[in-house]
């Protein structure tokens, strides 16, 4: 499975930016699709995940902000982010998984078996 994102950028805090990964090879293997963030200094973390016929999970600290959805026709899986703070500045990564996930499970990147190489986003204020 290869995963490419595409979409990151700088926008001025409150903006909105969309971030795309693009899924390819064996996807038959994989239940569930994130986004993860790492700013510089910290550690991964993760924003938003879905699994198959499951409805999507969020962090907190971007509820009601990011929305994540799959399109799966095109392989595409989808970060929108709105209401930008200079704290969601970090690169982006796009992760699979091989295994059903649940609740706080889903944003731990322990439980993913493939991962892009990240985008950039950056919120000035």
């Known amino acids: 499975v290869q995963l490419v994102e595409s979409g990151g950028g700088s926008v001025q805090a409150g903006g909105s930016l969309t971030l795309s990964c693009v899924a390819s090879?064996?996807?038959?293997?994989?239940?569930?699709m994130a986004w993860f963030r790492q700013a510089p200094g910290k550690g991964r973390e993760g924003v938003a995940y879905?699994?198959?016929?499951?409805?999507?999970n969020y962090a907190d600290s971007v509820k009601g902000r990011f929305t994540i959805s799959q399109d799966n026709d095109k392989n595409t899986l989808t970060l929108q982010m709105n209401s930008l703070e200079r704290e969601d500045t970090a690169m982006y990564y796009c992760?699979?998984?091989?295994?059903?996930?649940?609740?706080?499970?889903?944003?731990?990147?322990?439980?993913?078996?493939?991962w892009g190489q990240g985008t950039q986003v950056t919120v000035s204020s």
């Open positions: 992760a699979a998984s091989r295994v059903r996930l649940e609740l706080a499970a889903g944003l731990r990147e322990l439980w993913y078996n493939y």
């Open positions: 090879g064996d996807l038959a293997l994989t239940y569930c």
């Open positions: 879905q699994c198959i016929d499951d409805l999507p």
